[in-house]
């Protein structure tokens, strides 16, 4: 038998290398993409710190003070004046020193000039006044008239400067004939004066006030008249030392050397005294140094003997009887004392901005926020101070006659911490309050611009919200990921999706015109809806599981939800019918004068809680808004659902675990980080929500959490706002203050959230 060959041997084969290596090309691509991604990632981060820098730039000018800088002085040679005025540009202030002329002081390199006062014969000034708002000057003559001369400033074509003129006005006797004046007061409503004099006689003080009223001939031409001569010297307790006149000519305020004030109003052509009260009643020294009209006239600035300075003013309050409200002053703020009495006040034309001080001191404040925005001590005892109509220009004179200017920069004087945040006593208000009123219809309105009733609101609409959608949508992504069967949840998943794809004005227009007055009427059938769905659904869940396991076989897994259907549907529909029923039994409202009772669910929840109720609402924006924030937070749930490992779910099942045990016990603890994801996720869509909230809950910035109320949210108040906003302006810079509230907020919840996902992901990480 011949010999067997032996087998070939074959080479050993080797691997080669180059086989695992990747192109150059592959290479390069990759070294491109990784450097994009960095590229893109540096981006993101640098365009994030980019818009905070921007945001921030707009916001911290709010926060500074004011600057106020001497940009000249000069000597008009008067050093005894009784007032000084200015003109709306700054530059030739007038002074008078109780003669018959006014001086005009020059700073452009010019000499000081004069132009004639027309005084009547035969008599002199013996009291003066000044009405900063029209540069009128109030003089009150040796022979007991009071009249008074505007001074005018012209700009004529060719001419560098302001051209000043003396334009006369009427003389009006006032008290008794032949006494000279000592104080004067004059309030001009356009078709009515009130010219108020202080007398000072051999008997005494009198105080005298008499009302001028125009009335129009047959050839339509105004005709100035008498309308009633007043008396007032029996009504005061004391010695007057100081009279004010308002500048509508209203109202009239008398101080006493007892440091009284004594307010009279002019009601039905008499002028009554409506209030007495003492400004330093708590004081040792009672005695009142000065009372002075912020701009408006509705408050007045009371300085004490002893430095004090506070605020009064007008609001509603509670007559004696109690049984009617009137107007009346009433204490609203308190400013640091000055070191003395105040010698010289002066207040601007166009916000509540006063200038005050005592001697070598000088201080501006603001009358609203009850800040003090710069305070310096000067040199040089100051005697009198003027504003000009913009208040970018202040004027001190001193005791040697020479007059001061100053430029001013303080572009926010109503911004602050506590206009912000704070609670602020606004004019006419009877309290203090948080209010946001960016804007109004006069001269007069000051801005109100607390943040605090738009945070509140933005918390308020974001609650309702995620109280309706997170339990439906969590209850949805868990029904749907762990029970739903395979091809039914193929139909649900996209249609849940769709419903994000609805853009929010088209929910904010059906919850305002078709939702909120369907709700306003049956509010209880909707209340007993919400307990009624999810009570039938606890019942049938009772009743499936005693019923006997052969029973239960009968329907397919995952299609039990059919049987929800039904009684679901009939509890909706007696929920709705009952409604009414429950209305008119326990929401009965009686009427105190007819004794006639209503069943009305509007009438009765303000007259129990003393709350409001409005048609647009907490719950028409909880359930629309909520519908928007539903398919958001049900996705990202599912899906946290769907990516917990199948093999932790068998091997449950294979210990003997129920459906629902599974899902307690082992889905929602490993999907637990992603779940939290999905709601922070949704508060984040609903915080930022603009559409829906506008046009759904009437855009009010209140600060309650009635759920019978509206509110306004932070980016709703941003989105009607910012258009109109007038740019640099302290209304348009509060706006980026609350865009920059709501980029933290969102920032540092997230943040919060992030961290405690985190601990969620390491405290169940299963692999």
Not at 95 to 118: H, M, Q, T
Not at 261 to 286: I, S, T
Not at 322 to 329: H, I
Not at 372 to 385: C, D, G, I, N, S
Request: charged letters at 15%.
């Amino acid at each position: 038998m011949p010999e067997a060959e032996p087998p070939a041997v074959h080479p050993t084969r080797r691997p080669v290398p180059e086989r695992f290596l990747a192109s150059k090309g592959t290479l390069r691509l990759d070294r491109f993409m990784a450097w994009l991604i960095t590229v893109g990632g540096l981006g993101v981060i640098i365009a994030v710190f980019g818009i905070c820098f921007f945001i921030l730039a707009e916001v911290l000018p709010l926060f500074g003070g004011a600057s106020v800088v001497e940009t000249g002085a000069t000597s008009p040679g008067v050093p005894g004046a009784m007032v000084i005025g200015v003109d709306e540009w700054g530059r030739l202030p007038f002074i008078y020193e109780g003669g018959r002329e006014v001086r005009f002081a020059s700073f452009e390199g010019g000499a000081a000039s004069s132009l004639p006062l027309p005084l009547p014969e035969g008599a002199t000034v013996t009291a003066s006044a000044l009405d900063a708002k029209h540069n009128r000057l109030i003089l009150g003559l040796s022979d007991g008239r009071v009249g008074s001369v505007l001074v005018r400033y012209a700009a004529p074509a060719g001419k560098a400067g302001p051209v000043p003129e003396i334009v006369p006005e009427v003389f009006q006797s006032v008290g008794l004939a032949g006494a000279p004046v000592s104080a004067v007061g004059y309030g001009d409503g356009g078709s009515s004066k009130l010219i108020a004099a202080l007398q000072v006689l051999p008997d005494g003080v009198r105080l005298n006030a008499v009302l001028i009223k125009e009335r129009r001939t047959l050839m339509g031409k105004p005709r100035p008249g008498i309308a009633g001569t007043f008396d007032l010297t029996q009504k005061l307790p004391g010695k007057t030392v100081q009279i004010l006149a308002s500048s509508v000519g209203d109202s009239l305020l008398a101080v006493t050397d007892a440091g009284e004030v004594c307010y009279f109003f002019l009601n039905d052509g008499v002028l009554e005294l409506r209030q007495r009260f003492k400004p330093f009643a708590d004081m040792l020294d009672p005695a009142i140094s000065r009372i002075d009209y912020v701009f408006g006239d509705v408050s007045i600035i009371a300085s004490g003997a002893g430095g004090q300075c506070r605020v009064f003013s007008l609001y509603n309050q509670k007559t004696e009887g109690g049984k009617q409200e009137q107007r009346l002053f009433g204490e609203t703020k308190r400013f640091p004392d000055l070191p003395g009495a105040a010698t010289f006040f002066a207040a601007s034309q166009r916000n509540k901005t006063i200038i005050t001080g005592s001697g070598h001191t000088v201080s501006m404040r603001y009358t609203t926020t009850e800040s003090v925005r710069w305070e310096r001590t000067l040199p040089f005892k100051t005697q009198l101070a003027a504003l000009d109509g913009k208040a970018e220009h202040l004027f001190l004179l001193d005791d040697a006659g020479v007059l001061h200017r100053y430029l001013i920069d303080d572009p926010h004087p109503e911004a602050g911490w506590r206009a912000f945040f704070g609670k602020v006593w606004y004019e006419g208000a009877g309290a203090p309050d948080y209010v946001w009123q960016s804007t109004g219809g006069s001269d007069e309105f000051e801005s109100k611009l607390s943040l605090t009733p738009l945070i509140i609101g933005s918390f308020k609409g974001t609650f309702f919200a995620l109280l309706f959608a997170v339990p439906i949508a969590l209850l949805a992504a868990i029904y749907s990921g762990c029970f739903l069967p395979a091809g039914m949840k193929r139909i649900v998943k996209p249609t849940m999706e769709l419903m994000s794809s609805l853009p929010s004005v088209v929910l904010g227009f059906l919850a305002g015109l078709w939702l909120a007055p369907l709700i306003e009427e049956k509010v209880p059938s909707v209340l007993l809806i919400f307990v009624m769905v999810p009570c039938a659904a606890l019942l049938c869940g009772w009743v499936w599981a005693w019923l006997p396991v052969q029973q239960r076989r009968r329907v397919p897994e995952g299609s039990e939800y059919w049987l929800l259907v039904i009684p679901v549907l009939l509890a909706v529909l007696v929920g709705w019918q009952l409604g009414p029923w429950i209305e008119s039994w326990a929401f009965v409202v009686r009427d105190q004068a007819s004794g006639k009772e209503t069943a009305d669910f509007r009438l009765w929840w303000p007259k129990v809680t003393g709350l409001a109720f409005d048609q647009r609402n907490c719950l028409v924006v909880g359930f629309m808004m909520g519908f928007a924030v539903i398919p958001v937070i049900f996705t990202i749930a599912d899906d946290a659902l769907s990516n917990v490992p199948p093999s932790l779910k068998a091997a449950s099942m294979a210990l003997g675990a129920t459906r629902w045990q599974v899902v307690r016990t082992v889905v929602l603890p490993v999907a637990s980080a992603g779940l939290f994801s999905a709601v922070m996720i949704g508060f984040g869509r609903a915080v930022g929500e603009t559409m829906i909230v506008v046009m759904a809950t009437g855009n009010t910035p209140i600060t309650d959490f009635n759920p019978f109320t509206g509110m306004r949210t932070l980016s709703a108040n941003i989105a009607v706002e910012l258009p109109e906003a007038s740019v640099h302006s302290t209304h348009y810079r509060a706006l980026f203050l609350g865009a920059m509230i709501l980029f933290g907020l969102t920032f540092v919840l997230n943040t919060i959230a992030e961290l405690l996902r985190q601990r969620l992901k390491e405290r169940f990480k299963i692999v």
